[in-house]
């Protein structure tokens, strides 16, 4: 290598460590009082922080995973953010080394243990969130907060004692505005929560509140406007103090025990927009001042003992957005005044005691989307959807349990083009499928279960592009099952997930074990198909395997024959398979144990034979699900080494013993006999021996 380039080789190595030296020069690590206790803070992690670099004393922490660090020269910590990295361990004292940090997010982890004291006292500290972990912590009643701290949440883990007598104990300690301790396991309010006087929004719900809650503990909390209290067990009357919470914007009382009737002290809550009281025991009529009021957008009194007329002055009430006011004791004709409240969007008067039919003047309210009526002894199905049908932009359509014993009206001209929940069960209608339904191709949900409907099922249901819950159950449908129902977009590979129907409010389905469940969106309900308790006859379509994000299958007690077809294997996510009490013959598909989130499942009273696939889910089925199939054997029904022919005794078959083969024998026999009778040398002086000795050995061959 020539002379040249090995100087410029030389320059350039010159130049180039230059340069590093000054980056380098350039580079302060952060303050190593803040570098040692995030050092002691990692070492009780399982796994390490990724992306720390973890007992390096020279490194710049800053430059870590979640760490952030102020401008200053002395580049001291200020921001631990944390949040959702799987972290698992327990929070050493160390880190309140952190003597300058403002903000610690720890939330949504797998963190245990206890929570450090001091940590509520750090002086700089301004968030903390540590909520959804695993934290089994007494949270001592001396503890005050310190006055820098204005977030608070420790929600969703195990903490437990009283809240609220030290907590702002010291008038510097006041400023904390947001504090959610909800669903977690304390047990006891303390007036001392009074003292929080900046509070702002209080999540207490889901805890062991007991007893009484004094109104007082509400007084001093002039600036609080979210204040949710549901899930816990307070009883008692709900006090009057609450009125004093003149700036509540939201309240959630639901799920506790309250009784007696709701204090008249809304007109205090002007702001009051969203009012939550369901499941409680309040009863009486609701206060003027509610009934009044102009601010509420939501009202939510579902699951009460609330028994009077209902009288809403819709004229004050201009904001009513959602009136749920289902599962009460409330009587009466649905009163037209209803009929004013224009901006309603959901409207719940399920289970009550209502009577009459829907007025005209329902049609006012042009703006539903939501409409629950099931169970309000309503009449004339026929005046009540030529009603409806002008609600354009109505998508849950609930009328269960009513119009007993009437005639589905056919009316080809009845259009509901936006709705996609549609339930119309336990009424006994008399009639069949109507033309109108089918023109309903939004549709997601649909139960006419529990009626007298007759014919056949309709052919066009594949037109429901996004149906995935439809119940047939419990009618007189008769002849084969529409291939349609093989076609089920939503059941083949569209995402129900994304569909999204609100409610508004929650159902509840029970199902065959008596189990009950809340659903509170309707793409909560399992993907469905059941046309059990029909008259329908015919085979089961192979199709059928297509529906991949089928989860129940049921078509127990019709007149279905055939074979099982071997593609249901390729419903994925089958939960449900009830083929019971049909006349379905053949083996049990052995492709069936491929079903592996298969958890119940029915071939009883068939004709199947065979013996029943072993492996999968079927080690865990009952022999209940395969009894009364004379052929089945093995699992846990019938050994099949036990499994015999039974001898049949008939005259028939004893005739076969005597035979041309028996006959055949007995002629040799006999041949045989003389044979070696002469042969033997044997001289016969007397006949009577030879006749003797000859029946001797037929009798023998025939024993």
């Known amino acids: 290598m020539s002379s040249p380039n090995l100087y410029l080789i030389y320059i350039s190595s010159l130049f180039f460590s230059f340069h590093l030296w000054v980056l380098k020069s350039q580079e302060t690590p952060c303050n190593p009082n803040d570098l040692k206790a995030l050092n002691g803070f990692s070492s009780c992690l399982e796994p390490n922080v990724l992306g720390w670099n973890n007992g390096n004393s020279v490194s710049d922490c800053c430059t870590w995973t979640g760490v952030t660090c102020n401008d200053s020269a002395s580049k001291r910590v200020v921001a631990l953010e944390l949040g959702q990295k799987n972290l698992y361990g327990t929070i050493c004292d160390s880190i309140v080394g952190l003597n300058q940090l403002r903000i610690l997010n720890l939330s949504h982890n797998q963190l245990h243990g206890s929570l450090p004291t001091e940590l509520f006292r750090m002086e700089k500290l301004e968030i903390l969130d540590v909520s959804d972990n695993r934290f089994v912590y007494r949270i001592p009643e001396e503890l005050p907060l310190s006055s820098s701290i204005w977030y608070v949440n420790v929600s969703k883990n195990g903490l437990f004692g009283s809240i609220g007598e030290n907590l702002c104990k010291n008038s510097s300690s006041s400023n904390i505005k947001v504090l959610d301790m909800s669903m977690n396991f304390f047990g006891e309010v303390q007036q001392g929560l009074s003292n929080c006087t900046s509070l702002q929004y209080l999540m207490i719900n889901g805890n062991n509140f007991r007893g009484y809650l004094s109104g007082g503990i509400f007084q001093m909390m002039q600036n609080l406007r979210v204040l949710h209290l549901q899930n816990n067990s307070f009883s008692g009357t709900l006090d009057h103090g609450i009125g004093h919470l003149s700036n509540l914007v939201e309240l959630d009382i639901s799920s506790n025990s309250f009784t007696g009737v709701f204090p008249d002290v809304f007109g205090s809550l002007g702001k009051l927009e969203k009012f939550t009281a369901s499941s409680n025991n309040f009863n009486g009529a609701l206060p003027t001042s509610m009934l009044n009021s102009p601010s509420i957008t939501i009202l939510d009194l579902h699951n009460n003992s609330l028994n009077d007329l209902i009288n809403l002055n819709c004229s004050a009430m201009t904001k009513l957005r959602s009136l749920h006011l289902g599962s009460n004791k409330l009587y009466g004709s649905i009163l037209h005044n209803l009929s004013s409240c224009k901006s309603l969007n959901i409207l719940n008067l399920g289970h009550n005691n209502l009577d009459g039919q829907i007025p005209e003047s329902f049609k006012n309210l042009n703006a539903l989307t939501v409409l629950s009526l099931s169970r309000t002894n309503l009449v004339n199905l026929s005046s009540t959807l030529k009603i409806l049908q002008h609600f354009k932009n109505l998508t849950v359509l609930m009328l269960s349990e009513n119009f007993q014993g009437e005639q589905i009206p056919d009316d080809a001209y009845f259009q509901f083009r936006s709705l996609k929940v549609l339930s119309i069960a336990y009424s006994e209608l008399r009639g069949l499928i109507p033309p109108w339904l089918l023109g309903c191709n939004g549709l997601q949900f649909l139960d006419l279960s529990r009626n007298h409907l007759t014919g056949t099922i309709p052919l066009g249901f594949n037109k429901f592009k996004y149906l995935f819950y439809l119940d047939l159950s419990n009618n007189s449908f008769t002849g084969e099952i529409p291939k349609g129902l093989t076609q089920l977009q939503a059941l083949i590979d569209i995402d129900i997930s994304l569909l999204g129907t609100s409610l ?144 049949d005794e008939s005259p028939s078959e004893a005739m076969t013993v005597f035979g041309p083969q028996f006959g055949f024998g007995v002629a040799t026999g006999f041949v045989l006999t003389i044979i070696v009778c002469f042969m033997s040398g044997w001289v016969l002086p007397r006949e009577t021996t030879f006749k003797y000795r000859c029946f001797t050995s037929k009798s023998s061959h025939r024993d």
């Open 504 to 647: 508004g409010f929650p159902l509840f389905s029970t199902g065959i074990d008596g189990a009950t469940f809340r659903y509170n969106n309707i793409i909560s309900f399992p993907p469905t198909l059941d046309l059990s308790y029909n008259m329908l006859s015919g085979t089961i379509w192979p199709s059928f395997g297509n529906l991949r994000r089928l989860h129940v299958l049921n078509f127990n007690e019709n007149r279905l024959g055939g074979s099982i077809p071997e593609s249901l294997s390729g419903m994925k996510n089958l939960e449900t398979l009830d083929l019971s009490h049909n006349k379905l013959s053949g083996k049990i598909p052995e492709s069936l144990v491929q079903l592996s989130f298969l958890s119940k499942f029915s071939v009883a009273y068939n004709e199947l034979y065979g013996e029943i696939p072993m492996g999968g889910q079927f080690m865990t089925f009952p022999s209940s699900s395969f009894e009364r199939n004379n052929g089945l054997c093995g699992g846990p029904y019938i050994p099949c080494s036990l499994q015999q022919t039974p001898i």
